[in-house]
């Protein structure tokens, strides 16, 4: 009996193209690609979409039709769509964002003065969210493993499906009432002070901290259950080694993609609760500037949102490739 | 004759070739083991046959025609391993038969179809309005035979459907299979990993690997004097017979 | 179960029946609250504007001097119908997306499925944004907005649940039974697709109600002199200062509604045991008793040296929602040193548990009794301290059935090798890796430094099952408990392993326990066979005789029911009627009683005991030895109901 017939069959193509790193960062970063070119095409066409002329729209009913035509002219809205779309990229590229139709500022000088606010936001938010998250989905999921602590897992579990399920507004709200209004002791708009940061990122940060943790916990109690975990325990190891040695990396791993899912959720979350706070970061532009019909930084917005978003995803894949690398191949 | 016949056929999934020039006939009225090991492509062949697999080679014949694969009519039927996903939860095991009985006949004969096929298989006619899940594994594989037949098949393929079973259940299914070739004259294709159970119900066998047939022949003399080396590894792995050939190291 | 009695679930808990009230005030109120109260909510009083809290206006008034409280309860039925419009949006878009997949075939499947996964991809309030501005500011433009932002997740999830249905083989076989797409589509996958799809459409349809207010919030909803939940949080958080009530009313009533909707969906869900995206099940109920198994300081002493293994009378019990339920019930054996023991049994016959039992791996809830258990001498049923695990770590190995989950799939197989050296042999890490390379080597792994550094996906099955016997092997085992070690490999991989065993007990003299269902497997490679039925043993004899020498009529009929080389091919199989017991209702008097063909009145009402005859073997039944015609016409199967 011959043993190579045991050995792990050889992959079919050989070369450096089936090395399955290689693979897999072609595949992720076209992946990454398209979904860029996607948002940029739907940017584009919104304004397109909308019915009406955005021109009209955004300058109001008063404005003389000259105005309204050599505005048109301006941002070269007369042209065939094809040639349009040709230099909305071309624009893109060189980081020419237009000109705000309200303010006549450059669009790309509002993006970077509010975007730093709203990724300072964002990001914090979600530090709070996994530093809480984590301790308290293992800690859960080791105290309710197999039908243990059946009491605590029914009081953990509604508390953090109530949590999860209240949006960061009204969270933000409840917040602005309580530490605001009532008691007076934290400020509720605006970013000038430390304490200025801690009701925003805490609107922000509760919800995801509650689904968070109790997906780890969930990951957890599953992971206790695996044979490999059954095989750690022959191997007679120590609780802690067989918890934090062995489930806990799996249980982070599986709880990685959804993770990095609320993370991206946390990005644009912010735009509610930027107005809440009065943030000054692209939430509130966001916002303003549908109001006002400004839609060349409605654009922008959109895409720097939608980009920040695919960015996050993308840096959760490759960080999940690295943890476990059979993520790589369960992709194909 | 309605023999089934593979020419040449080969089934690709993307780069990998799942199956390799495969040339095979099924004679009408035998039972044609098919073994090899996982990934020898055994199931992507049959597959292949009834349509659920695309055929990017060669082509598969039934009668001298081309196997149908669309349409109402289909003269090759499958039963497959896993008795616990064949059959729809939702309906009884009377519908589920009768939803393969080809359409033109009228509720009361397709009615009394059922029952006749439930009495073939050994099951109580009556409890054609029960659901799977009040039967045990055996039951659901004698009751996806019916199934099979139903569609009054010229020719049966059977994927591994004893794999899936417990030992005491499998020898009734596998004396199931013999009667129902013996009494209908049916035609099968018979796969299988396991070369007793092959030897039990085929007239003939095909050793498949890496999706090539490596052996075929009659079932009695491809097992007494195997041609090819792996056909003898195959033989020699099957547990049971060593207690004189192997000494203890 | 009855589907009735499963809808009854949600108002088990305490939480359900919470929702499930809260859900239908909101619908009340939705109907009524217009009818009755839209002259007092718009009302206007001029001399009370953006009052506080009053016995007159319960929640304070607005900038007009309307009373909030009666405009909370009005927008009740705006709130929920837009909600609700978005909902329908949102569930036909993505039932359409996520069944263009099945419907249109492969290719043009696979670009839907590409859409869906790029627009999932963006977080709902974007999407919802994004079509706000194509579609206006207003009420009609948030509907399409906040629907067709809900349809790539709906579709994500009906594609989800479909391809989950579609690969089972009954959509193969009503294929190949020549059912069209359509009609499979409609017969067979969406009713086995209705009860999550249902779920999913209410908790949905809390989360447009949520998202309706967030649109309001921004000003981007409802514009006046409309209003909703949303809108009127808008107008009151601008007076949060002067009357905090005026936000906290329509705000307590938007949160109070969206979880109602929510937890009324996850009610359902749980009850009806159905998965809810990005939301897991929790684990299914167990009533856990967590008694730490009190270990009872055995008074026997033990004479044999010989015995490697001595178990008397091992019980385990897990708690069952009808009574505690016993699989393994009273298990007595010994394995002496160097011996190969095989134990046979169908599924759900104690076989698997007896091994955890005996290594000291049965989890919680499960509980483990035994007179005597102990290994090489040592009492294991004694807790669970660092000197007994490090000697259960180093003379008891185990092997497992699927060596593709057996191994820690994040770490690199050397060091999970090293691990047991650097726990119980105190190596550094450099020498216990030296040792695993070793291990792999003596376990016939080619190239063993090169493999010690992968993952286990990397190994083929065969190797990862050699791997695992070389982790038992870090140690120096008196005793290898292999479960079902083969059944996941093809059988010429299967053969290299039982090989493998046999050679590592042929060269140090370890004991063997092999578990399988495989008689033709223990056969070959054990000294000795025990047969298990409904977790107990009925026969314990030389494997060497189980083609010719058993006498209990189970083991006959197992032996004669499984064809092999040389099964005469003339006559029939011999077959088993009936089933094997389900643990939870084990049979008085012999379990095995009710498909045998010996037995007689006292088989169903006595228990017949394991007795041990002059040459060690065992067997319990009452008509043991007796002949049977084990080739019994296969006789017309009554179906049991269950």
Known sequence: MSLASSVAPASPRVGVASHPWVRFGVRRLGRLLVSMWVLVTASFLMIHLIPGDPVRAALGPTAPASLVAAKRAEMGLDDPILVQYWHYLQHLFTGDLGTSIVSQLPVSEIVSQRLPATLQLALLAFVVAVLVAVPVGVLMGVLTRRGHGRRTELAFTTTSVVLGIIPDFLVGVGLVYVFGVHLGWLPVAGDDTPSAYVLPVLSLAIGPAAILSRIIRVEMVTVLEADFVRTARAKRLPARTVYLGHALPNALTASLTIGGLILGSMVAGTVLVENVFAWPGLGSTIVSSILNKDYQVVQAVVIVYGASVLVVNTLVDVALAVLDPRSMIRED | MSDLRFEDVTVEYGATRAVDGVSLTVPAGEVVGLVGESGSGKSTLARAAVGLAPVAGGRITLAGAPVPSRGRHRPLQMVFQDPYSSLDPRMSIGESIAEAIPPGSSRAARKAEVERLLELVHLDPARAGARPSELSGGQRQRVALARALAGRPAVVIADEITSALDVSIQGAVLNLVRELQRELGLSMLFISHNLAVVRYVATHVAVMRDGRIVEEGPTAEVLARPDHDYTRELLAAVPGRHHETRSPR | ?642
């Open chain 3, 1 to 642: 179960m009855v589907p009735m009695r499963r809808w009854m679930n949600v108002f088990r808990s305490p939480l359900g029946l919470a929702a499930t009230a809260l859900t239908a005030v909101v619908l009340v109120l939705a109907v009524v609250a217009p009818i009755l109260w839209t002259d007092d909510a718009d009302a206007t009083d001029t001399s009370n504007i953006l009052a506080g809290p009053s016995g007159d206006h319960w929640a304070g008034t607005d900038n007009l001097g309307r009373d909030i409280f009666f405009r909370t309860l009005v927008a009740t039925r705006l709130s929920v119908e837009l909600a609700l419009a978005a909902t329908v949006i949102a569930v036909v878009a993505g039932l359409l997306l996520g069944t263009a997949a099945f419907l249109l075939g492969r290719r043009l499947g696979r670009v839907v499925t590409a859409s869906i996964n790029i627009a999932v991809a963006f977080p709902g309030i974007l999407l919802a944004l994004f079509f706000a501005v194509i579609f206006g500011v207003g009420a009609t433009g948030a509907v399409l907005a906040i629907g067709l932002a809900g349809a790539p997740g709906f579709g994500r999830l009906t594609q989800t649940l479909v391809a989950g249905i579609e690969s089972r083989d009954y959509i193969a076989a009503a294929r190949v039974a020549g059912v069209g797409r359509v009609r499979i589509l409609f017969r067979h996958v969406l009713p086995n697709i209705a009860e999550p799809l249902v779920v999913n459409t209410t908790i949905s349809a809390g989360g447009a109600l949520l998202a309706f207010a967030g649109l309001s919030f921004l000003g981007l909803g409802v514009q006046q002199p409309q209003y909703d939940w949303g809108r009127l949080l808008f107008d009151g958080i601008s007076s949060i200062y002067v009357n905090p009530a005026s936000a906290l009313a329509p705000g307590t009533a938007v949160l109070l509604a969206g979880l109602a909707f929510n937890l009324f969906g996850e009610s359902v869900a749980k009850a009806l045991g159905v998965s809810v995206v990005g939301r897991l099940p929790v684990l299914p109920a167990m009533a856990a008793t967590l008694d730490e198994d009190e270990a009872q300081v055995a008074a026997t002493g033990h004479a044999a040296g010989e015995l490697v293994l001595d178990v008397r009378d091992l019980e385990v019990t897990f708690p069952g929602p009808g009574g505690p339920v016993r699989p393994v019930r009273g298990v007595t054996f010994a394995v002496r040193r160097g011996e190969a023991v095989g134990v046979v049994g169908e599924s759900g016959s104690g076989k698997s548990l007896t091994a955890l039992a005996v290594s000291r791996l049965v989890g919680d809830p499960g509980r483990v009794d035994a007179a005597r258990l102990e290994l090489l001498g040592t009492d294991l049923r004694a807790g669970d301290d660092k000197a007994q695990r490090q000697f259960l770590g180093t003379s008891l190995a185990m092997v497992f059935q699927d060596p593709m989950t057996s191994f820690n799939p994040t770490q690199r197989m050397g060091r999970q090798l090293a691990e047991v050296a650097t726990h119980h042999q105190g190596m550094d890490r450099r020498s216990a890796l030296a040792r695993a390379v070793d291990r792999l080597r003596a376990v016939r792994i080619t190239e063993p430094e090169r493999r010690a550094h992968q993952y286990p996906h990397e190994f083929s099955g065969g190797m990862r099952q050699r791997a695992m016997i070389g982790m038992g092997l870090m140690g120096s085992p008196a005793l290898i408990i292999a479960d079902e070690p083969t059944t996941a490999l093809d059988v010429t991989v299967q053969q290299q392993v039982l090989d493998l065993l046999a050679s590592i007990r042929a060269a140090d003299d370890v004991a063997l326990v092999l578990i399988s269902h495989d008689v033709t497997v223990v056969g070959e490679v054990c000294d000795r066979v025990m047969v298990m039925y409904a977790g107990r043993i009925v026969e314990d004899l030389p494997a060497a005789d189980l083609a010719t020498g058993a006498r209990h009529p189970y083991t006959r009929a197992l032996v004669a029911a499984v064809p092999d080389m040389d099964t005469d091919l003339d006559a029939p199989l011999a077959t088993i009627p009936g089933r094997p017991v389900d643990p939870s209702e084990v049979p008085a008097g012999c379990a095995y009683a009710a498909r045998c063909p010996l037995a007689s009145a006292r088989c169903t009402t006595e228990e017949p005991a394991l007795v041990t005859d002059g040459a060690g073997r065992r067997v319990a039944c009452w008509h043991a030895g007796e002949a049977i015609d084990l080739v019994v016409p296969a006789p017309r199967e009554e179906v049991e109901a269950s």
